[in-house]
């Protein structure tokens, strides 16, 4: 028998009991409620409760609007319906589901919370009520009403160069487009080379008493107007008067590298030994010190002193670093001092030795020129058509025609000259020629370091960019002889001929007409952005510029995308993405480079698998383990780029040794997580670059628009 309650369900009505049945004829929304079949017989009774929902579908109450919120205030979108049960409301932005975003609060009458209105926040939102019945769906239009704000907001201090021609910019946003006017803070009117227009403030020929403070504002009919004070230094760049040099002395002795700049304010003097600053003041007793002067002292000299010595001079405005190498050697014996001198038979023993390796040295060098000799007239049979040019995809890696790798090109590469004449098109040689520039203009500075194919040096290059001025450039030196390598170098300023984009560097000129090649590219004053980054974050005040802000951080991530993008689009791979491939100045302007400094400076930051040296911790899986390099892969390398951006030049998995790392990789269990004060957003972006699957990873194109649409506040 079937209860409805404490009353028995009849044979009859709109509910009633057919046989052992239950049956509901027209269902209507009073039947939800609980049921009691009983069933019994001679050896007893049984009782089942069965509860019954009757699920209707929703209807509006009060429908989703459009809406306008007030930038940086809470927000309200309102979804009220009704139906049995109580529906279920949903939020949705741009069809993504909110739920779990903490900025977002989701009311049981199903009204929506904004936290906190920010910009990005105007879209289209969807709320949807739901019953085991179906769903209903509402959409909302929100219009974000502006702040009246600087877009950036302007640094506070702000270095001017002496007898520069300087722009300070100055930009805002509002309900309605502002006007943005420059005013001296102490009243005073600006000077007669001083003119502004559009919100910039434009000096021509900076004098000293340019210094001062000055007030930006921005002003609309809606909002008033809103004011920013600027401090402008005028500076003197840091400038070596005595540059440190390389210097080598006996074990034991006392060595003193010197080191001594100008510039306004006076730059203090600092050194970097090792990768790690110098402080004195811990250890007064410590065997190097620094002097008053700048010079730097190491008493009692021991071989493992040898190495680099960096002399950094720095203001608040400017930072400049000069490099040395100290060399210990034994001291030579004395006459007499030798025990043991070498017999006449000894002596010519070795002359005999000697002289039977060159002779079979040459005879190899013969053998080989002879081989490579007739390698290369039998390729001149099957030469490349006129005006066919292989395609170049990969900066450093293997170059790419119509898919394949080019034999042809690579049997064209002898040991001693990489000279193209016999493969590449006419107007290539044109394009070479363009660049060729005379080696005698240029003039050493200081080496940086050395990779793959050989040294890495800044010079001062005279009429290479504007008329006689010199120009400081980076150069990359050819001494290898492994014939990938030459390859390589010969694809990067293949590459770099090809870029104009303000986020990579230029190529400025070559040196073919003798051995050792030189590759000339552009570089710009504080150097490679790694270095730039553990700077900024060390505890040095006096050496340490101005500490970055998010949004600065988010401008160095956006100009990489942007010059990633650039060399994307004309199908170039770079593979070695890395903040210590990116240069960067003193106005924060950054360049994609490939310094690929891998043989001492960054030698850490490479690993050794399978004969080659590679970037494993900037590096996808399918780089390492299949060198299947791409664009996807540049990705990849961007978002740990990100990563060290955010965590001020730290190694990425610094606690895993590289044995770790790579097994890590291999097996998708290594992760790097948010570094310390890093947006939600910005770390969200990071992991989509990280996506095992190649089409879930964001084109630069994406990125670099994600990027350009965040807020322009600091707390992104």
């Known amino acids: 028998l079937w209860y409805r309650g404490s009353s028995q369900v009849g044979a009859e009505g709109r509910v009633y009991q057919a046989g052992n049945d239950l049956v509901f004829n027209r269902t209507a929304e009073d039947d939800s409620r609980v049921y009691t079949c009983h069933a019994k017989n001679k050896a007893g009774e049984k009782i089942q409760e069965l509860s019954i929902t009757v699920a209707t579908f929703p209807e509006w109450v009060d429908k989703p609007k459009d ?7 809470p927000g309200f979108l309102h979804c009220s319906t009704q139906a049995s049960p109580t529906p279920t409301v949903t939020w949705f932005r741009n069809n993504v589901d909110i739920s779990g975003d903490s900025r977002f609060e989701e009311f049981d009458n199903g009204s929506l919370r904004i936290n906190n209105v920010e910009v990005y926040d105007g879209t289209v939102y ?49 309900r309605e487009k502002p006007t943005v006017r420059w005013v001296k803070t102490d009243g005073t009117a600006l000077a007669p080379h001083i003119s502004q227009e559009s919100g910039a403030l434009n000096f021509i020929k900076v004098t000293k008493k340019d210094a001062g403070k000055y007030t930006c504002i921005a002003s609309n009919s809606q909002q008033g107007e809103i004011k920013a004070n600027v401090r402008l230094i005028v500076t003197v760049l840091p400038k070596f008067k005595i540059e440190p040099e390389a210097t080598s002395v006996y074990q034991g002795y006392t060595a003193i590298l010197h080191c001594q700049a100008t510039g306004e304010p006076q730059p203090n003097i600092h050194w970097k030994v090792k990768n790690r600053i110098l402080d004195t003041r811990k250890n007064t007793q410590s065997r190097i010190q620094k002097l008053s002067n700048g010079s730097v002292v190491i008493y009692n ?27 210990v050697v034994d001291k030579p014996l004395e006459p007499g001092e030798d025990e043991n001198p070498p017999t006449p038979y000894k002596m010519i023993q070795t002359i005999g030795l000697s002289v039977g390796a060159a002779v079979a040295y040459i005879i190899i060098v013969l053998g080989l020129m002879f ?48 000279s193209l004449s016999t493969v590449m098109p006419n107007k290539r040689h044109s394009m070479h020629d363009k660049l060729h520039f005379p080696r005698t203009n240029l003039q050493t500075i200081t080496t940086l370091g050395k990779g793959e194919y050989g040294e890495v040096f800044l010079a001062k290059a005279k009429g290479i960019d504007k008329g006689d001025i010199e120009t400081v450039v980076l150069v990359k030196n050819l001494t290898t002889r492994d014939e990938q390598l030459q390859l390589e170098f010969r694809r990067e300023f293949e590459m770099f001929s090809k870029m104009n984009h303000n986020n990579v560097v230029r190529l400025l000129g070559l040196c073919r007409e003798a051995e050792p090649h030189y590759m000339i590219t552009e570089y710009v004053d504080l150097g490679d952005l790694k270095q730039y980054l553990r700077i900024s974050k060390g505890k040095e005040e006096k050496i340490k510029p101005q500490s970055l802000s998010t949004k600065q951080k988010v401008s160095i991530c956006t100009q990489v995308a942007l010059g990633m993008e650039h060399l ?5 791979v770079h593979k070695d993405l890395a903040a210590r491939n990116c240069l960067i100045s003193a106005q924060r302007q950054v360049k994609v480079a490939a310094l690929g400094l891998s043989k001492d400076v960054y030698n850490s930051e490479y690993y050794h698998f399978r004969q080659a040296w590679i970037p494993l911790r900037w590096m996808p899986a399918e780089a390492v383990f299949e060198d299947d390099f791409s664009t996807k892969s540049d990705v990849w390398s961007f978002g740990v780029l990100m990563w060290e951006v955010f965590s001020q030049g730290e190694l990425p998995f610094s606690k895993q040794s590289d044995d770790e790392v790579l097994t890590g990789v291999k097996n998708y269990q290594i992760k790097l997580l948010s570094p310390e004060g890093c947006p939600s957003k910005l770390y969200k972006l990071m992991q989509r670059c990280w996506a095992t699957s190649l089409k879930d990873r964001p084109s630069f194109s994406e990125i670099a628009n994600t990027l350009g649409e965040l807020p322009a506040d600091s707390k992104v």
């Open 67 to 73: 809406s306008q919120l007030e930038e940086g205030k």
């Open 126 to 174: 969807k709320c949807q009520s739901s019953t085991p019945a179906g769903f209903i769906e509402g959409y909302a239009r929100v219009q974000v009403l502006e702040n009246l704000k600087f877009t950036p907001p302007p640094q506070p201090q702000q270095c001017m160069e002496l007898d520069k021609d300087i722009t300070i910019q100055c930009s805002a946003t509002g």
């Open 301 to 327: 000299v021991r071989t493992d002193d040898s190495g680099k010595y960096t002399c950094i001079a720095g203001n608040n405005c400017n930072i400049q670093h000069r490099d040395a190498h100290l060399y």
């Open 371 to 418: 081989y490579c000799k007739k390698r290369r007239k039998a390729k001149r049979l099957h030469k490349t058509p006129e005006g066919e040019e292989p395609e170049m995809e990969v900066l450093n890696g293997g170059a790419m025609q119509n898919g394949q790798l080019t034999a042809e090109i690579q049997e064209e590469v002898s040991v001693n000259n990489i």
């Open 568 to 572: 994307s689009n004309h199908r170039f």
